[in-house]
Nanobody, 120 residues
């Protein structure tokens, strides 16, 4: 079975930094776009950043200039480097990927989420 597992969340002070990681595992043929989403209490899940196989990135306005998404295709891993964190960045962060399993059609997969709390 295909799985996405996030790590790296935690408590950080405003202005601090944090790096999230997400690794895909299982019977995978290929991975297309990967991305990060977040969901704060009482709000809808929103896009943070995406990255293609070739490295083309896309960011939400709130993330531009502060966050950097990257990936290591050999390790099936996507990262989110978060700098200059603000309290409004507090949310559960979810990894997402478009994956084609070996013997099944492509589909969207989600990680279990990792909590990021920005507070003094």
């Amino acid at each position: 079975q295909v799985q996405l597992v996030e790590s790296g969340g935690g408590l950080v002070q405003p202005g601090g930094s944090l790096r999230l990681s997400c690794t895909a595992s299982g019977s995978i043929f290929s991975i297309n776009v990967m991305g990060w989403y977040r969901q704060a209490p009482g709000k809808q899940r929103e896009l943070v950043a995406t990255i293609t196989v070739g490295g083309t990135t896309n960011y939400a306005d709130s993330a531009k200039g502060r966050f950097t998404i990257s990936r290591d295709n050999a390790k099936n891993t996507v990262y989110l480097q978060m700098n200059t964190l603000k309290p409004e960045d507090t949310a559960v962060y979810y990894c997402n990927a478009r994956i084609k399993p070996l013997l099944r059609p492509s589909g969207d997969y989600w990680g279990q989420g990792t909590q990021v709390t920005v507070s003094s």
